[in-house]
């Protein structure tokens, strides 16, 4: 999963967060429907928004909702998912922005991507998800190749930028993009009028986007010599963060120029969320959210090799060995530094009680084989509602993000008319 908009759980509250999934798993099974098990992989939480646009504008119909079956991704339960032109737009949107992701992965030389056999395979993927994406955008109405030419652009601004080069000169192929995007809602759900606000508040989102991505990637990009646009035009992260600011308080206002049937989900992940990930980003703690979504420094989140975010063994993390009670070390008595720990008197692995030698960690996964066990633990919502599941690499047992969530509450405590 990948996405600026990561809201929590107990933020949302329980209607509203089944709606989330219903549009979550409605998008999944878009993918699935029309282009196969694998392009699943590019179920995102940005693109779901496009669904729930599309929802939030028109009006109340029985055919919004179906039972899907049940999948393994949900535990083997049903669940009522959303369908339709809505679901299906955020696929194709979904399709092409994954292969830009890819494409920009292959351009930087990233990790396994620096390598001919495996960039060329990449390519080859992001070219069948552009058609792909393609056919979804037509059959809805929608022309994903003012989403194409923007990844094409991409390319050539990026040479061109340097210091003193506006920032915004390099994000505008990608707010062009979600514009696009964003005012097809409006034409699905039979609200036209509603077309030149919501490209506003989707070229908002596509400089949003952007500039969080470019902040949480920036210290990784300069140690590993990437390209990196708030670096190449010299621009400060006070700035980066006025602009940001700037984006969430303009999608605020173009959505109160749009008319909705039901603006509730779309108002707090559009306006509510994205205030806290500009805070995430920057590493600035909101007030009221979770103490999970503040990663340590220059952690964009990731849960991949090497282990980065505060919940994988990454700097800032308050689980760490030293910084909690209940880990291993000396000064826990529970742990396996203790007496009572695995291999101590009356540990696990304590011959005191009969048991055999002490018990040793698991050993971590290979890369592909990490691989597989992330898009498990994702898939299934483990990463973030478990109490507890094992890590993708490491194999170190992690706590679901929403576990232990200091959220004050779930209403929403904003008096804006949208709430």
């Known amino acids: 999963m990948f996405g600026i908009v990561r809201p929590c759980s107990h933020r949302l509250g329980e209607g509203l967060k089944t709606q989330w999934m219903a549009h979550l798993c409605g998008l999944c099974l878009a993918l699935r429907s029309d282009h196969g098990q694998f392009a699943r992989v590019v179920t995102n939480y940005d693109g779901l928004i496009i669904s729930v646009l599309t929802e939030a504008q028109a009006e109340r119909a029985t055919d919004w909702r179906r039972t899907a079956g049940p999948c393994p991704l949900r535990g083997m339960r049903t669940a009522s998912v959303a369908q339709g032109e809505g679901a299906r737009l955020a696929a194709a949107v979904s399709l092409v922005l994954a292969s830009a992701k890819v494409r920009d992965h292959v351009a930087d030389r990233d990790g396994l991507f620096a390598r001919r056999p495996v960039a060329a395979a990449a390519r080859k993927v992001a070219r069948g998800w552009d058609r792909a994406g393609a056919r979804t955008g037509s059959d809805v109405g929608f022309d994903t190749a003012v989403l194409l030419d923007a990844v094409e652009r991409q390319g050539g601004l990026e040479a061109l930028a340097g210091p003193g080069t506006s920032v915004l000169a390099v994000t505008e192929p990608t707010e062009t993009a979600t514009a696009a995007a964003f005012a097809h809602t409006a034409i699905l759900a039979g609200r036209p009028a509603n077309a030149q606000p919501l490209a506003e508040a989707g070229r908002l989102f596509g400089r949003l986007a952007h500039l969080l991505d470019a902040v949480e990637d920036q210290a990784a990009d ?198």
């Open 222 to 419: 300069a140690a590993s010599g990437a390209w990196n646009p708030l670096t190449a035009t010299g621009t400060s992260l006070v700035e980066a963060r006025r602009l940001a600011s700037d984006a969430v308080h303009g999608i605020g206002l173009a959505l109160k120029d749009a008319e909705f049937t039901d603006a509730k989900l779309a108002h707090v992940l559009l306006v509510h969320e994205l205030g806290r990930s500009v805070d995430r980003a920057f590493g600035v703690a909101h007030g009221g959210s979770c103490a999970h979504q503040q990663p340590g420094p220059g952690n964009g989140g990731g849960f991949g090799p090497p282990p980065s975010g505060p919940w994988d063994g990454g700097q800032g993390n308050p689980y760490q060995q030293g910084g909690n009670p209940y880990a291993g070390g000396p000064q826990n008595p529970y742990s396996g530094g203790g007496p009572a720990g695995p291999g101590g008197p009356g540990g696990p692995g304590s011959q005191w009680l009969g048991g055999g030698p002490s018990q040793q960690p698991p050993k971590p996964r290979g890369f592909w084989a990490g691989c597989g066990a992330f898009f498990c633990v994702c898939c299934t919502c483990k990463m973030c509602c478990a109490d507890e599941y094992e890590g993708p690499w490491s194999r170190k047992k992690r706590k679901g993000c929403c576990d232990d969530c200091d959220c004050s509450g779930c209403d929403c405590c904003c008096p804006c008319d949208g709430c």
